[in-house]
Structure formats: C-alpha cells, structure tokens
C-alpha cells in the first residue's frame, strides 16, 4: 500500500445478536469499511475508551445486561464527538426521542435495508468528517465586544458606526429606515446607550401593533372616564420616558391625527392626555424607524410632510444582510456565543460547507432571519458544529437552485470504492454456485449503491426460500442474513407445499 493510500473508516457494531453483527459486518465491508465487532454495551464501551476511536459506531437498542441507550449516554460521556447510530426493530416514539435526546446521529429500524444502511452510513462518515474539519475553528469575534448587539466589519456597516456616534452628542432626532429584521432597534439603543441621556428610560413603541384607537392612549395616557373601559387615570409612554429617549418602531404605519400630536410634541415639547385639558411639558429624545417609503407616503398625502422634515433631521439607513454577505460569519459567531452563555446550546462553531451556504443565501428576513436559522440549527445540531445537514430544508433547498449560488460545494469521497472484478472462484468451464453467485451479486451491487438491488434482493430471498421449501430459517441461513422478509416468505409459502420436495 502507498503511502498516499486513503486509510477506510472504522465503524464499531454493537449487538448481543451474533447473526446481526454478521450481516451488518458484511454489508459494510462490501464498501471496504474496517468493521469491528463487539457483542454487548460494556465491550463496546470498552473498545471506544481503549481507542482510537471508530469514526461511526452502530449499537442495539435491547441488549441483555446494558440497553443500548445506557450505552450509549455512556459512550458520548467518553467521547461527546462519536457519532453514534442505533438499530432496533421497534420503532416507537419513545425509542426516537430517548435516540436524538441523547445526542444519537440517527437510528436504523430491523431488518436492515441493506442499501439504506450504507447510505446511512455515509451520510454519518460525511458528517464525521465535516466535525473533523472544523476542529480548529477559531471564532471571528469576542461577543463581549459586541454589546450593542449591532455585528459587522464591512464598509457600509463601518458607515452606519459613524453615524451613530455622531449623533450621539445631540437631541437631534433621527430617522432610521431599512428593511424589516435589519437591526432598526439597536441602532435606537446604541444612540440612546452613548447619548447623555443614558442614564434615563428607554422606551419603545411599535406603532404597527397597536389599534388606531388605543394608540394615542398609549403614547400621552388619558383621564378616567375618557372612553369606555377608562376606570382611571393612566400615564402614556411619553410622560414615562421624561428625560429619556423614546423609540417609535413603524411609524409609517401611524394613522394621520396621531402624527398630529407627535409634530406637537417635536414643535413645542408638551401633551395632553386623551380626555384631559391639562397641558403636560415631557423633556423627551424622539428616534423614529420605518420600512416603509416615506417620501412617497408624503406624495400620497398619507404622511404628514412637516412631520417628515422635522423625523428626518438626521438619516440612518440599515443595509440589507445581502448588501453585506462578508458580515455573516461574525453574526453567526455572535449567536453561536450567546447561545452557549444562555446554555440553550452546546454548539460552538459551523462547517466550512455549512458556513458558504449561509454567506451566499438571499436572507430575505435579513439579520433575524439568520439568527432564526442558527438557533433551529443549533438545537438539532448532534455535535459542537452545525453541519449542512442541520441547516433548514428551505435554506438547502435555495442552496440548490444552480445559478442562484455562484459557487459549489464540494463533497469529498469517505473511502476508496474498489472496482467490481470477475469473482475469482469464476471459471468458463466451473460457474459458481449459486451460494457464491448470490454472495458476489450482492456483494457488488451493495458497493456500487445500484438502484436496481432492492429487486435484486428480492429475487434472491424469493428463490433461497423457494431452495429450502419455505423455510424461512434454512433461507436466511443461506443468504448469511438474520432473517427473511415476511411478505416474501407468506407468497413463497402459497406456492410451496410444506414437506414438498423439489423436482
């Protein structure tokens, strides 16, 4: 063997059954996987803390003495990376969920599929090396750096900085716009956090959630007995936020007697309360956001235009995350840090595959859109990374639109597949028996993943139980499986009368 010879993976089979471990070592061979065996939990433990470790272990559910599911808890205690997958032959909700909730890859149902098996497999070596390539992955950021929340190092995120710290020796008031989920908010609370009035509230409201009617109470209160339902006196967020900063989300969306009083508040600095004739003076900062087209709202005569002019003193615009793709991995980090200070998830660090997905998808939500995807992922995620497995259906499914993603990923081979050969035992004037045929058949097939093999199977299970007269036992044996499928045994049983023997 060469030096630069690829060295196959090594998978572990767990299983107090000999038959099982038997097929399921010969099934993977055949993709010229290093099969190991071990016949219950404690060995198999053992042979995981002895190391080195295999790159997938496959382990049974019920087992005598401990149940695959201590053994698993077991194992990943040992090494919190080892992919694990489990096989049974009961497929309950229990069984799935006691599975993921102890950090298994995926579990096999009995009898085998031999085909699904090594597709499972592969996708679970794939993973393996994926958790291996990001390793030494280092975060691009420190989250305690980043306290405003606000993540991003490109140029037009660099301008928005400036802006705000601008802005932030003044009263000026200051109208930021940008799509919905770009960060509006913290851009809000950044002004206010580096602003003298810092040490004052903070308030925002988001004029879109509130009804035209209820929306002026909330803003400047009322007296009791003001409308029905008014059973006494209540203070409106501007006489609440005196002194501070108030922050009025939408206000695109705030219908035209309301912007009226806002302009009142801007121009002469007091209020009154709904229902009262008391005139109220509030000392208060206003920040206004929108993702609306105000200038054309103003056209249209369904935005006040003095109103306008006296927001838009100062404009921030918010970029869309798909104007700065080069910010995504220090979001993506940002997330990832907080999540795992709240200890609402274990994962640390994303697959270089997984993170070129993020970084070229559209992001329509933009930044809320992407935490919203991290998080989903993070949860699912079996081990410290997110692979591209654990990343949405959606997401991987725009990742597959061709010319939607400038850019391919790549997926690299988990072992050396051997060409098919003439079986050696293979003469002109001697064929093989067909105990031999069968193996060699199934054998290349299974490496080769044809789609063809079910029916191969199928074929080959009908005439070994056609062989042995129904016997479903005698079959199996012939085939080196564990057992034969009930729907082939009870047609083959109609047409083989027991005790018949064949011509």
Known sequence: MSDTAVKPPTILVIDDDAEIRYSLTRVLGSRRYQVTEAANGEQGIAMVKKGPAPDLVFLDVRMSGMSGIEALQHIRSVNPKQLVVLMTAFGTAQTAIEAMKYGAFDYVMKPFDPAKVLSLAENALKAHADLRAVGDY??????????EGIVGSSPVMQDVFKVIGQVTASDVTVMITGESGTGKELVARSIWKHSHRAGKPFIAVNCAAIPDNLIESELFGHEKGSFTGATGQRLGKFELCDGGTIFLDEIGDMALATQTKILRVLQQGDIQRVGGTETIKVDVRILAATNKNLEEMVKDKTFREDLYYRLNVVRIRMPALRERGDDVPQIVDFCLQNLFKQRKARVS??????????????????????????????????????LVKNLPKEILEAAGEGSAVPFEI??????????????PAATADKP????????FIFTELARGGDPLLPQIEHAMRTRSLKDSEGDEARAAAQLGVSSVTSSTAS?????????????
């Open 138 to 147: 280092k975060p691009t950021i420190n989250a305690d750096d980043y306290r």
């Open 491 to 503: 047609s083959v049983k109609k047409r083989v009368a027991p005790g018949k023997k064949k011509p």
């Open 349 to 386: 660090k994303v697959s270089p595959e997984a993170m070129a997905i993020l970084m070229h998808h559209r992001w329509p939500g933009n930044v809320r859109e992407l935490e919203n995807v991290i998080y989903r992922s993070a949860v699912i995620a079996q081990g410290d990374a997110i």
């Open 432 to 439: 093989l028996s067909l105990e031999l045929a069968y193996d």
């Open 410 to 423: 790549s997926t690299p081979a988990t072992a050396p597949t051997a060409p098919a050969v003439a079986h």
